[in-house]
């Protein structure tokens, strides 16, 4: 078992530049989240998938963030145009049923200058 | 709505002392609780958890108890070593594992001395 795959690891961009963060679940997991976290937030719940489906999305800060999953193996969280406050490590996650735990990817320390 | 508070840190212990970190929840319901452990460099591990009021969670020598009267689900452990070390989450779900999506605390971060 592979365990949660997010990529890159760390981002360093410019603001105003497009970011694509990148997720592979675990294989037969149903569910996929993604998280946010900051020093002053603490970790905040975006969006969550089940079966591909996005189920609640009301945790997206706003219209310059957008999710996808194309298919069962893979999510992508994008962020259109970059801004400085969007600085924070990004966690994808992935459960296999409504009852089970979650598992935790190791994050993308996004960092836009 | 829901949320969990938990003590703020850094705590710092010296190996072999009694741990102690508070977490207190506000939910409607009967949530399931949580804590997760993070390591430098890593994402968010399950630690233990409880589904049910006065289930005992434990796992590699913590333990925690869901207080329904206290709303409070306390993480101790006897002897800390220098391997916890570490940042802390209480967490809750309205479903048993989180697939709602978790509500977590702001963690504690974990500092154990030699």
């Known amino acids: 078992d592979a365990g949660v795959i997010q990529s890159p690891r760390h981002e360093v961009t410019e603001m105003g530049q497009e970011v694509t963060l990148r997720c592979k679940p675990i294989?037969?997991?149903?569910?996929l989240f993604w998280y946010r976290q900051t020093m002053m937030r603490g970790l905040e719940l975006l969006i969550y998938?089940?079966?591909?489906?996005?189920?609640?999305d009301s945790g997206m800060p706003e219209d310059r963030f957008s999710a996808k999953m194309p298919n069962a193996s893979f999510s992508t969280l994008k962020i259109q145009p970059s801004e400085p406050r969007d600085s924070a490590v990004y966690f994808c996650?992935?459960?296999?049923?409504?009852?089970?735990?979650?598992?935790f990817g190791n994050g993308t320390r996004l960092t836009v200058t | 709505g829901n949320s969990v508070t938990q003590m703020e840190g850094p705590v710092t212990l010296s190996e072999e002392a009694f741990l102690t970190i508070n977490c207190t929840y506000t939910?409607?319901?009967?949530?399931?609780l949580f804590w997760y452990v993070q390591y430098p460099g890593e994402g968010l591990q399950l630690l233990l958890k409880?589904?049910?009021?006065?289930d005992k969670g434990s796992n590699k020598g913590f333990e925690a108890t869901y207080r329904k009267e206290t709303t409070s689900f306390h993480l101790e452990k006897g002897s800390v070593q220098v391997s916890d070390s570490a940042v802390y989450f209480c967490?809750?779900?309205?479903?048993?594992?989180?697939?709602?999506?978790?509500?977590f605390g702001k963690g504690t971060h974990l500092i154990i001395q030699p």
């Open positions: 294989s037969g997991h149903d569910y």
């Open positions: 998938f089940n079966n591909n489906v996005p189920i609640d």
């Open positions: 967490a809750l779900s309205r479903s048993g594992g989180g697939a709602d999506g978790l509500t």
């Open positions: 409880a589904t049910k009021a006065d």
């Open positions: 996650a992935s459960s296999l049923e409504m009852s089970s735990p979650l598992h």
């Open positions: 939910a409607t319901g009967y949530p399931s």
